[in-house]
């Protein structure tokens, strides 16, 4: 069973950096390629970035590529998210999500995930 809990989250100003967490408790953590995605108000769950299982392959949106670095740690049952360079249209929940086995791409779509976490709040200001 694969329990995702995110942390990290919190309040900072345009061009600071933040770096959000989410840790896995189950035993099975190395087998599943991870992502991060973030829903604004009002907005759709957008993809933001993906890790494969074997840690080898990230892949980015466009819009925070060059900004932000997605990693992991398997002993740790652990992926991160640094943020660099925020902008206020960075502010979201932040989730983590979870499909075993899945190639980066395949992580794009929300219904692509198996498993969610329940958000962290990023809020950067003007």
């Known amino acids: 069973q694969v329990q995702l809990v995110e942390s990290g989250g919190g309040l900072v100003q345009a061009g600071g950096s933040l770096r959000l967490s989410c840790a896995d408790s189950?035993?099975?953590?190395?087998?599943?390629?991870m992502a991060w995605f973030r829903q604004a108000p009002g907005k759709e769950r957008e993809f933001v970035a993906a890790i494969i299982w074997s840690g080898g392959s990230t892949y980015y949106a466009d819009s925070v590529k060059g900004r932000f670095t997605i990693s992991r740690d398997n002993a740790k049952n652990t992926v991160y998210l640094q943020m660099n360079s925020l902008k206020p249209e960075d502010t979201a929940v932040y989730y983590c999500g979870a499909r075993i086995y899945s190639t980066n791409q395949a992580m794009r779509v929300p219904n692509a995930i198996q498993y969610w976490g329940k958000g962290t709040l990023v809020t950067v200001s003007s």
């Open positions: 189950g035993r099975t953590f190395s087998s599943y390629t």
